[in-house]
């Protein structure tokens, strides 16, 4: 398997070079040159077998022969093994044709556990068999942050520093990440928004200089292997619920479209989804781009779900790639003009295309709230904001559509992340798990620095240990 950039001006890579590479060096994103697709009877067969045996047959396919076999499944095992339920991400019903996917029993209680897991260990391995170093830096709203930090904290071949936006993300977000001890984590608190945060990342890759000096390598929702690693609870659960015979719509709280595009990616694959459904808070770009034709930026407001307050959505720009029929030169024109006039009109045969199996709905944050009151008062059940985003925005277009398949929300965040958030809205105040009650306790360590690429620039080299051999 070939991966190629968006942007066409890359060299084509294998998996693992992709791996360590994240963004590509012409700014682009890297996807395969085709997508593997699965039989139904296959896919058929997934049916209550374990999560890892899924994750080995949908990964393979887009590693081929890159890794041996026997020890990509070792390292799948592993990453899952360390889950707190047993299913990995077990699927619960919260109203008739809705259900809802857990998929927050990881070490830091978000959905970015389950691929972070999973590719923590296969760049060690990787780098490890290339007796090389690498840099880690990702900007984070939250959730990337502390489960990249757990994912690779005291590994020896890779140091992390992570940027997330000063006083914009909850407590137990930043106390995961700044109460690490290992000498390889730098938790980096940025004067900015995480849009910022995520402009300086994409800055550093383009400096090529640092960038071979430091082996810069990125663990956001842009490196391919964490899409590929997401696609895998798609089956998981859409076999659940009597997939391949039967169709399945998804409602994904979205941000950076990493989650979401897994889903897409597991629809290439060969599983009947029906409609995937963009839910956003209040900052809706894309709910805006799929109803006007127009992608444009705006200010960041901070909400009660943080990890989807961004206007920027890097992944995006995967799937217009495919909607412009894989068109590198249209590519790079709309992102030269979002990057001079932070905006640009998608055309109308792609407009379509993506309208065809997407749809979007933005939730308010009194919507959010009074939808958390509701699944407390109607199941019983504690769902987080980011969650309920994606519950409430199922339910409004299942009003719509008189929804004929099954609705799946993904509940991307534990509700003890955001106590606040849910005391606000149901009197009570969810605890950490044991495991993670002690973050509170523990001394903060990071270090704040000013909205500015040469002072960060400043700091890595610093602190990096990788140097070119
Ligand atoms: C990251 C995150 C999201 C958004 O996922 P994307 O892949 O960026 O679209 C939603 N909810 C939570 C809790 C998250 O951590």
Redesign the pocket.
């Known amino acids: 398997m070939t991966y190629i950039s968006t942007r066409g001006e890359a060299p084509a890579l294998t998996f693992t070079q992709a791996l360590l590479t994240g963004l590509a060096s012409d700014g682009g994103l890297y996807l395969p040159d085709h997508y593997p697709r699965l039989a139904p009877e296959t896919i058929r067969a997934f049916a209550g077998r374990p999560y890892a045996e899924v994750a080995a047959s949908v990964i393979t396919p887009f590693v081929g022969d890159d890794l041996p076999a026997g020890l990509l499944r070792e390292m799948i095992d592993d990453a899952y093994a360390g889950f707190r339920h047993p299913a990995v991400t077990p699927l619960s019903q919260l109203d008739s044709n809705l259900y809802f996917l857990e998929l927050f029993h990881g070490a830091t209680l978000?959905?970015?556990d389950v691929a972070m897991q999973l590719l923590g260990r296969l760049m060690d391995h990787v780098l490890k068999m290339h007796g090389r170093r690498a840099t880690i830096v990702g900007a984070t709203?939250?959730?990337?942050g502390a489960a990249a930090i757990e994912a690779f904290r005291g590994l020896a071949q890779v140091d992390v520093f992570i940027l997330y936006p000063h006083g914009r993300v909850s407590d137990v977000q930043r106390r995961q990440m700044t109460t690490v001890a290992d000498a390889n984590i730098h938790a980096i608190a940025i004067e900015g928004t995480f849009d910022d945060a995520q402009a300086i990342i994409k800055g550093l890759f383009q400096n090529q200089t640092l960038r071979g000096e430091l082996n810069l390598s990125g663990v956001n929702?842009i490196n391919w292997a964490r899409v590929v690693a997401q696609a895998v609870y798609y089956f998981t659960s859409a076999v659940t619920l009597g997939a391949p015979h039967r169709t399945i719509s998804y409602a994904?709280?979205?941000?950076?479209?990493?989650?979401?595009l897994a889903g897409w990616i597991a629809k290439r694959m060969g599983l009947p989804i029906d409609r995937l459904l963009i839910a956003t808070n209040t900052n809706d770009i894309l709910a805006r781009a799929l109803r006007d034709g127009r992608y444009e930026v705006r200010g960041v407001e901070p909400t009660q779900?943080p990890?989807?307050d961004?206007q920027v959505?890097s992944?995006f720009e995967r799937l217009l790639f495919e909607a412009y029929g894989r068109d590198s030169q249209a590519l790079r024109r709309l992102m030269a003009q979002l990057s001079q006039s932070r905006g640009f009109s998608i055309d109308p045969g792609p407009l379509e295309t993506i309208r065809a199996e997407f749809a979007a709905e933005a939730v308010n944050e009194q919507e959010t709230t009074e939808e958390i009151a509701r699944v407390y008062r109607e199941a019983e059940v504690l769902i987080?904001p980011?969650s309920a985003v994606g519950v409430a925005a199922a339910r409004r277009h299942l009003n719509i559509t008189s929804g004929e398949s099954p609705m799946v929300v993904l509940g991307?965040?534990h509700p003890a992340k955001f106590p606040d958030a849910m005391e606000k809205a149901t009197g009570v105040r969810p605890p950490l798990p044991p495991h993670l009650a002690e973050i509170l306790e523990k001394p903060e360590r990071l270090t704040l620095l000013p909205n500015d690429q040469g002072v960060i620039e400043e700091f890595l080299r610093k602190y990096a240990r990788a140097k070119i051999h």
């Open positions: 978000a959905f970015k709203s939250g959730d990337t929702s994904v709280p979205t941000g950076n479209f990493g989650d979401i779900s990890s989807m961004i959505s992944n987080d980011h991307t965040a």
